[in-house]
């Protein structure tokens, strides 16, 4: 690895002890097996959880009445007791089952002390995937080390400095009220603890589901403990036991310091292959490498893909919203930073999981308008892509399905990966478009969306919907405009590129005041008051529907939309939606505000253990402030996104390098942000002025950049000849080779 590209690695990363919330832990993860190390004292507190581990009873199923044509009609008559009946119920729940399906809490193992020895530190080595505790007592030092290994369900825990025997482990199923009153009233039996030489642990059983066990092991030596943790499920709860037994014996056999370096391998690796930034504002530093990292925990190959938490599920009640898949923004959140910080491979099990889920999504597209051929995802899922229920707005939320094709089509401008946009991207886009084409109304002079919701706008209220909502304008659009791009590459489907163009011509780019000089939520809907949920202004973010900056179309309407954003406050929006916000003012090239955001965001909406939060850490700032102890994982990832944005991103087709830096960033550097085009990308600011500029082609594509120096003509020089180009103005269109690394410097 390149020890010198990722300088802000180089120090473990400190906190603080005594941690005494389950989220102020240390956080490990592979993906699949998640825990959290928290506590003091005499006391390590280790809170384990599986992103796999479900209760799928309960939600809801479709009836034949539950048609866009019947929400239309009930909606316009004001039949609001008929709709709800329809579109909210949970009718999936026998008398005993739970309304809706939910992730599970798991439970804890501790690790206990001599009394004369307790935790006084510890810290996070990010670059190792290693949690390091300090301890310190009447007889000395002592260190607690612990990794989760990659691609196995193992957390390893090493203690030196004490005598193996004064170390205990104490079993934690859950027992808290919340845990204990939902498990006793849904038929949950009592947990069955276990302890046979050394090997110790419980098994919960859920109905209908394997057997979950838990299941810890001791080893190593007199002078150095060893202890190693499960979480695997059976048929029965003798075989988790058994399949727990199995994998602890031979990660004992293998031992700690074996196990450690696999682990330290895999997340070198992982940072070799990472973008890396170097920004003169450390705390924002640390946004980026800590969102990063978590990217690494979440939604790596072969695991679950992102929910609401991933694998750190609290044990001290249910979790908030079942801990499950939303579509409306967070699924796609998580994801936002993947692509620029070259990971694609962690968009990999979001395809897996769409792919299994193709069934559902077709049946209810069928349901919902009658065609065969379309897809349609529900705003709110379990991991069987049961709907959760009880609020209709998502239910009926189409743009959730174009939202997540959005993330498809990236992943193939990305990587020019044309066998992936033929046989994934495009189809799920193209069925995606199909529902909306059975919504979609010719008026004549223009294409009319009857129906339509802002997600959260007006909560789930009767009153929640109207005609050419923005928010799913702008995804019609995005349809629109990747399907045509995509069957002229394909050469597929010329007709229907055809009806895609007429919509994208004659659909209205928002619904707008009057006058023209503010995005509306829906027709005559204005932003009215403060809101969390910015997909009105998805045009700007994601969708890159509007055209602004440089006298663009759509730059006073944007402009004017972002300032009432401003004027309407902050006052009742929630963590995830802050950095979405820095995003949307970044794409504008206000690098202050963005700057600012992230700096709120990182005050307000972290936690002393750098977890992400849905409410604020302390009150007062929004009315979200009530709950500073729920933690959900999308802001972490967004705010890692959001600083990528300001370094570089692609809008209208055009790569800006340094669009968005603030004032007080003169000094700035980037290595390996992979962007649109299949293209990793390198450049540094000195003094407020961009110095070289390197672009390494992986596909050959024509790269469109904007003038890093719009002032001067631009020398562009390639490794594979010794021609230098000379080009001038705005844009610069340069052809490559795949496989070519070019570099660009004023002339």
Request: aromatic share 10%; with cysteine; charged share 20%.
């Amino acid at each position: 690895m390149n020890q010198g590209k990722h300088v802000f690695l180089s120090n473990r990363l400190n906190w603080d002890f005594p941690a005494e919330e389950t989220h102020n832990g240390i956080p490990l993860s592979n993906g699949t097996l998640g825990a959290l190390l928290w506590g003091g004292g005499q006391q390590l507190r280790i809170t384990i959880n599986r992103a796999d581990y479900w209760d799928h009873r309960g939600g809801m199923a479709f009836s034949e009445e539950a048609t866009y044509e019947n929400l239309k009609r009930w909606l316009q008559a004001g039949n609001e007791t008929r709709m709800r009946q329809v579109f909210e119920a949970s009718n999936l729940s026998g008398p005993e089952d739970p309304p809706r399906p939910t992730r599970l809490p798991m439970g804890r193992v501790d690790v206990g002390l001599p009394p004369d020895m307790e935790v006084i530190a510890g810290g996070l080595d990010m670059l190792d995937g290693q949690a390091e505790i300090e301890l310190s007592g009447v007889a000395g030092e002592g260190e607690l080390q612990a990794v989760i290994v990659p691609n196995q369900p193992v957390l390893a825990i090493s203690v030196s400095g004490i005598e193996s025997g004064d170390v205990n482990t104490i079993l934690c199923p859950p027992q808290y009220p919340e845990v204990i009153e939902h498990f006793q009233q849904y038929g949950f039996p009592e947990c069955q603890l276990f302890d046979e030489d050394g090997f110790a642990g419980w098994v919960q059983e859920c109905p209908g589901e394997p057997a979950m066990c838990v299941g810890c092991l001791r080893a190593g030596t007199q002078q150095n403990a060893e202890i190693f943790i499960t979480s695997v499920y059976g048929d029965t709860p003798q075989q988790a036991i058994q399949n727990a037994r199995e994998i602890l014996t031979k990660a004992a056999q293998t031992g700690y310091q074996h196990l450690a370096r696999q682990t330290a391998a895999w997340w070198r690796d992982w940072w070799d292959r990472t973008a890396a930034i170097n920004l003169p504002d450390r705390e924002l530093e640390l946004l980026y490498y800590l969102g990063i990292y978590k990217l690494a925990g979440l939604s790596p190959p072969g695991s679950p893909a992102a929910t609401l938490q991933g694998p750190w599920i609290e044990e001290y009640h249910m979790p908030p919203w079942g801990g499950d898949y939303h579509f409306n923004v967070n699924v796609q959140e998580c994801y936002w930073p993947a692509l620029a910080a070259n990971h694609p491979e962690t968009l990999m099990p979001l395809v897996q999981l769409l792919d299994r889920w193709q069934p559902k999504l077709r049946e209810y597209a069928t349901r919902f308008t009658g065609i065969e051929d379309g897809l349609q995802l529900p705003h709110a899922v379990d991991d069987r892509c049961t709907c959760m229920g009880g609020f209709w707005t998502g239910t009926v939320d189409h743009a959730s399905t174009a939202w997540t094709g959005q993330l498809l089509w990236l992943y193939y401008r990305h990587t020019a990966d044309l066998d992936f946009l033929r046989e994934i991207a495009y189809p799920f886009l193209k069925a995606a478009m199909r529902v909306y084409q059975a919504m979609l109304e010719d008026t004549g002079g223009h294409w009319h969306l009857p129906l339509g919701v802002s997600p959260e706008f007006g909560g789930s209220e009767s009153s929640a919907w109207g005609a050419n909502a923005s928010y799913q304008l702008a995804a019609i659009h995005f349809l629109c405009r990747a399907l045509t791009q995509a069957s002229e590459l394909l050469e597929v489907d010329e007709a229907e590129r055809e009806y895609w163009q007429d919509v994208d011509r004659r659909l209205p780019a928002a619904s707008t005041d009057p006058e023209g000089g503010q995005i509306y939520l829906w027709a005559d809907q204005p932003l009215n008051e403060s809101h969390r949920h910015h997909s009105h202004l998805a045009g700007i973010y994601p969708f890159d529907t509007l055209g602004y900056g440089a006298g663009g179309q759509h730059e006073h309407l944007v402009r004017e939309s972002l300032g009432n954003l401003t004027l309407r406050g902050m006052g009742a929006w929630s963590g995830w939606c802050v950095p979405w916000a820095a995003i949307l003012f970044a794409r504008t090239g206000n690098g202050g505000m963005a700057e600012l955001l992230l700096q709120i965001y990182r005050r307000v909406f972290m936690n002393q253990g750098y977890a992400s939060l849905h409410d604020t850490a302390f009150p007062g700032f929004t009315v979200m402030g009530g709950r500073g102890t729920i933690m959900q994982i999308e802001a972490a990832l967004g705010a890692a996104a959001a600083l990528l944005e300001m370094l570089l991103h692609t809008r209208g087709g055009v790569l800006h390098s340094f669009p968005a830096l603030p004032a007080n960033w003169p000094d700035v550097s980037f290595q390996s942000i992979r962007a649109e085009g299949a293209f990793l990308c390198s450049a540094e600011m000195n003094g407020s002025r961009c110095g070289t500029v390197t672009v390494h082609s992986e596909a050959g594509q024509t790269l469109r950049l904007a003038n890093p120096w719009p002032d001067q003509s631009v020398q562009v020089m390639t490794d594979s000849d010794d021609t230098c180009q000379v080009l001038s103005g705005a844009v610069l269109p340069i052809k490559t080779e795949p496989g070519q690394t070019l570099t660009i410097k004023p002339y």
